[in-house]
């Protein structure tokens, strides 16, 4: 079965900058968008960014100007550059791969943004 699996997390300062990667293990065809959401202690989780097929981008208010997302279709890889960081956006981030049949998750991994 195919998965996806992240990296790039870790603990950055305030005003710092990670760049998380999403990658599948396996071919998934007919992703028609990919997107990184994040959940933070006690909250729900919530979407971040997404990126369709066609390199169009949607972001949350609370992150746009400072996140970037980007996608490698040939590699079947999505990345998100976080630049000036905040405390608030401290949470686990997790991608996902949107097919016409189902959506594919990752694990998870964790930002911790702090001084």
């Known amino acids: 079965q195919v998965q996806l699996v992240e990296s790039g997390g870790g603990l950055v300062q305030p005003g710092g900058s990670l760049r998380l990667s999403c990658s599948a293990s396996g071919s998934i065809s007919g992703v028609v968008a990919m997107a990184w959401y994040r959940q933070a202690p006690g909250k729900q989780r919530e979407l971040v960014a997404t990126?369709?097929?066609?390199?169009?981008?949607n972001y949350a208010a609370s992150v746009k100007g400072r996140f970037t997302i980007s996608r490698d279709n040939a590699k079947n890889t999505v990345y998100l550059q976080m630049n000036s960081l905040k405390p608030e956006d401290t949470a686990g981030y997790y991608c996902?791969?949107?097919?016409?049949?189902?959506?594919?998750w990752g694990k998870g991994t964790l930002v911790t943004v702090s001084s």
């Open positions: 990126i369709s097929r066609d390199g169009s981008t």
């Open positions: 996902n791969f949107r097919t016409w049949a189902i959506d594919y």
